[in-house]
């Protein structure tokens, strides 16, 4: 039986230590971290960092049940599709090898499409790091980034809400569809999840 609680509760700096190691320990993510270090505000977020914790602590592989890695970078002096499709396909190619697909997003774009997308208004952001504070989940708001051959984090809600094994809902956004959805997911995966309800 796993001890999958044993970092809950923690100061943030160890969980924040202990997250960084299972990064600096998973190949695949740290060339996508070295792969990303040129890109405007290029951060690794979400599912692989959160996933990659969550099997850690219960004994999986790391990037068992990844489907992909998201990437998100920031640019606004060029909002057109083209312009993010040629990052798209620059990185395409720079991580053909890897085993999982990454999706690479510019966060500067967001609020041209995600109200089409998931009916939702969307304020423009200012920033890759704004866009944690919106996921639907704060548990899902982590992302990190290489800084002088350092891992950085960034996770606007700490990191306790993962070390913890809980999905608490984010309402920076009426985002109660997505939450539920995922939430359904995970649980599915990590039965030691607590699912706070929207």
Do not use: C
């Not at 989940?137 to 606007?156: C, F, M, N, T, Y």
């Not at 809600?157 to 999905?167: A, C, N, T, Y």
Request: negative net charge; proline residues 6%.
């Amino acid at each position: 039986m796993s001890d999958h609680l044993k970092l809950s509760g923690r100061p943030f700096e160890a969980q924040r230590d202990a997250l960084v190691a299972m990064i600096r320990d998973e190949p695949v993510l740290m060339e996508v971290l070295g792969g990303i270090a040129d890109l405007p505000e290029g951060l690794l977020v979400a599912g692989a960092l959160y996933n990659l914790a969550w099997n850690r602590l219960t004994g999986r592989p790391g990037l068992a049940d990844v489907t992909d890695i998201d990437v998100f970078y920031f640019d606004a002096s060029d909002l057109s599709y083209e312009a993010e499709d040629v990052v798209i396909r620059r990185l395409d190619a720079r991580f053909a090898r890897l085993p999982l697909p990454v999706q690479v997003r510019n966060q500067a774009r967001v609020h041209l499409w995600f109200e089409q997308k998931f009916g939702v208004p969307f304020t423009p952001l200012s920033s890759a790091a704004e866009m944690l504070g919106r996921y639907a989940s704060k548990a899902h708001a982590v992302g990190a980034r290489l800084v002088d051959g350092e891992i950085e984090l960034i996770a606007p809600f700490g990191l306790d809400d993962i070390f913890s094994f809980r999905v608490v809902p984010n309402y920076a956004l009426n985002n109660r569809a997505t939450h539920e959805k995922k939430s359904i997911r995970l649980k599915s995966v990590w039965p030691q999840l607590t699912v706070v309800p929207w």
